[in-house]
């Protein structure tokens, strides 16, 4: 095809890790393997590692060095604090407040939870994919032990109020989680001054590599291990540590965090001048998730008449990585539950489209989409018998 | 889930995409909510599909089977056309993904539909089916 290129608009699946960071990670491949749980001096230098990691991690977030525990990875990171969380506090109570838009490692954790005698409040959110803070409020019973709600949303990007929810919690004395997976270098994040209990991010996000992750624990929350045996982690995670991954964490968060507000307004302005164009060159477009309060590179609308499995086969012929919630991507029945918690119908919420903005994209990147998309999807409503009947006037 | 050279073939360059005017039967089946609808216009002139044309709404297993199936049943008999099974439509195109097969099966009952709607517009019994008997929830087969 001419002029084809390949443009990546998927950084919220995951993102390539940057050169400066595979540099970093390197040596601990191969040179400076030692196990840090050896005591001889040559294994000294992976623990000294490890540790300059997790002071980054803490950097990042206003935490304290021993607040981090690295993990392998954001859905371990979700499904410890939770677990954890549960099991430690239920001589407490045993009652866990959510919403319906979060990751699946967070649901399915608290789904299964409740085969385990606990309870779950699943709150609604707006048709921005806002949490309503009085409803959260009225949610909080005496026997809530934790709040878990996710700092910014995967596929929409609504971002959540953090700080308000944490005083909330804060207040009540209940123990709160975030799930920040996306948010870490696209918000500012101060654990302490938000009133975060836990949080869990994942390295593959903001350029490092993919299996590794951590989670903040502050200190004084009481949890369980989810993973048991040896005494890594100091005794709160086992596993012989994933030495590059941890490496590779901590210089990728410390470059994420250097320059938040200079990063955002780069990739918003390319986001802001792709969405433009989508919705000045494609009707019948529904923008999806907030207008201001969402992560700068996302963009997630949905086109009416088409579905959003044919569109990314279409975008892969042109070289474009995108996602969808339709249900036919991922062979279930229903649409994404993100978009159907903000209130689309199936058949709007089969035709989105997500479109995630990161370090890899240009002007030129954003022109070429906005010359190829609208197109396509010309070229499947052409298709549909929906579109037909819509233009027939007789829907 | 990856479709195969012959899937993809198809839903890049689909065959016979439209409408017809003067269609004699139309076979519209699916859900806009479930992600996928088909519909099928028929030009039956002595007993013979003429002409055959479809829109569809779903994904590219659903715009694939619906361009395999319209070229399958294609100057063929009425009673070749009736016979044709999602099966044979799957089969055209090398395979379809498991969780792909309802988009076959929807692209059978369209052309069944279309062919009852010209059976009744002239005056003949509808004929029976699987997909008249009730069992037309094609997504039955994946949940």
């Known amino acids: 095809m001419e002029g084809k290129r390949f443009v990546y608009m998927d950084h919220a699946a995951t993102t390539y890790v940057k050169k400066e960071v595979l540099e970093e990670m390197l040596p601990y491949f191969t040179e400076n393997f030692g196990n ?46 939770i677990k954890g969380v549960a099991f430690a506090n239920k001589d407490k109570g045993n ?11 967070v649901l399915h954790a608290c789904e299964y939870l409740e085969k385990h005698g606990f309870e779950v409040t699943y709150l609604d959110v707006d048709e921005y994919g806002m949490v309503d803070l009085d409803e959260l409020k009225r949610a909080i019973t005496d026997k809530t032990i934790l709040i878990t709600i996710m700092f910014a949303n995967n596929e929409i990007g609504t971002i959540q109020p953090i700080a308000e929810i944490g005083k909330i919690a804060r207040e009540k004395g209940i123990i709160f989680h975030t799930d920040a997976v996306q948010a870490i270098g696209n918000v500012k994040i101060d654990v302490k001054e938000m009133n975060i209990d836990l949080l869990s991010l994942a390295a593959h996000k903001f350029y490092g590599p993919k299996g590794v992750g951590a989670l903040y624990i502050r200190k004084g929350v009481k949890i369980d291990n989810l993973i048991h045996g040896g005494g890594q982690e100091r005794r709160r995670r086992a596993g012989t540590e994933n030495l590059p991954g941890i490496v590779g964490l901590g210089k990728a968060i410390e470059l994420a965090t250097e320059d938040i507000d200079g990063h955002n307004e780069k990739i918003r302005k390319l986001r802001d001048r792709l969405l433009n164009g989508i919705m000045e060159k494609i ?64 058949e709007i919420a089969h035709g989105s489209l997500r479109l995630s903005l990161g370090d890899m994209n240009t002007e030129e990147d954003v022109d070429y989409v906005l010359s190829v998309l609208p197109n396509i999807v010309q070229r499947l409503r052409e298709m549909s018998p929906l579109y037909e009947k819509f233009m027939k006037g007789e829907k | 889930m990856e479709y195969s050279d012959k899937v993809m073939e198809h839903f890049m360059n689909p065959r016979n995409v439209g409408e017809i005017s003067d269609a004699n039967g139309i076979g519209e089946v699916g859900n806009p909510k479930c992600g996928d609808m088909m519909k099928i216009y028929l030009k039956i002139e002595d007993n013979i599909i003429k002409d055959v044309k479809f829109k569809t709404f779903g994904c590219g297993a659903a715009i694939a089977s619906s361009s395999m199936a319209t ?33 076959s099966i929807l692209a059978e009952e369209a052309i069944h539909k279309a062919i009852n709607d010209y059976r009744i517009k002239n005056g003949l019994e509808p004929w029976e089916d699987k997909f008249s008997k009730g069992d037309h929830d094609h997504h039955e087969h994946h949940e």
């Not at chain 1, 749980?37 to 977030?61: G, N, P």
């Not at chain 1, 207008?291 to 963009?299: A, F, K, S, T, V």
């Not at chain 1, 086109?303 to 036919?328: H, K, N, P, V």
């Not at chain 2, 055209?92 to 969780?99: R, Y």
């Open chain 1, 36 to 81: 840090p749980s050896s005591v001889y001096t040559f294994a000294r230098k992976s623990k000294r590692a490890i540790e300059d990691a997790r002071e980054k991690v803490a950097k990042a977030l206003n935490a304290l060095p021993d607040e981090i525990f690295f993990t392998g990875g954001g859905s371990e990171a979700d499904n410890w604090a």
């Open chain 1, 283 to 346: 009707p019948y477009t529904k923008l999806n998730g907030h207008p201001e309060r969402r992560l700068p590179g996302n963009i997630n609308v949905s086109f009416r008449f088409i579905e959003g499995e044919s569109l990314l086969l279409l975008l892969d012929q042109f070289g474009i990585c995108a996602s969808t919630g339709s249900a036919c991507s991922s062979g279930s029945l229903d649409p994404s539950h993100v978009l159907l918690a903000i209130g689309l119908p199936h």
């Open chain 1, 95 to 105: 009652h866990i407040i959510t919403t319906k838009i979060e990751h699946h490692a």
């Open chain 2, 71 to 103: 070229e399958l049943i294609k100057g063929k008999t009425v009673e070749e056309a009736w016979n044709l099974t999602n099966k044979a439509v799957a089969e055209a195109l090398d395979g379809l993904p498991a969780v792909k097969m309802h988009c």
